[in-house]
């Protein structure tokens, strides 16, 4: 969590409160709502919906650094494997957060989409706000990455 958010019972923001989450407290998310904003998460005071970012697109939650995030990388070896959007979703967070290493696996299409077919990645895709990974990268202070 990179700011303080209360964890409920459903999606609705007018739900039961289950606990407030601390910046820092980590969470696996298990859903994303009907409000592409809203995700269903486990965490160690239980499960329930947060919200994801403000209604201003600031981001509440972020993924893991440093120790805990090699562990998890290394528990999935297919990175960018999945449907397009899925990969495209994989690549601009991987900008925002600054990590080369997924970037350059992204836009050599990785081993899955040689193996199998799949064409390259495109480097230019962005999200449904038009953002592209290099305006992540320059948004978030990402030098390595711009």
């Keep these: 969590m990179l700011s303080q958010v209360t964890l409920r019972t459903a999606e609705d923001p007018d739900s039961a409160e289950v ?4 910046p820092g407290t980590i969470v696996t998310i298990a859903a994303i709502g009907t409000d592409p904003r ?37 528990t999935s070896p297919r990175l960018f494997a999945g449907s397009q959007q899925e990969r495209m979703k994989k690549f601009l967070e991987s900008a925002r957060v600054g990590d080369l290493d997924a970037l350059r696996k992204a836009s050599n299409g990785g081993l899955s989409s040689t193996v199998f077919g799949v064409g390259k990645f495109d480097a230019n895709c962005s999200d ?9 990268a ?9």
Excluded at 138 to 146: D, P, T
């Design 128 to 136: 449904v706000r038009g953002m592209t990974a290099l305006i992540y």
């Design 138 to 146: 320059s948004a978030f202070g990402q030098r390595n990455i711009v």
């Design 38 to 74: 809203c995700a269903k998460v486990w965490t160690a005071a239980g499960e329930g919906w947060l919200p994801l970012s403000t209604a201003q697109g600031q981001f509440l939650v972020g993924k893991i650094q440093g120790q805990a995030a090699k562990v998890r990388s290394s």
């Design 19 to 22: 606990c407030d989450l601390q």
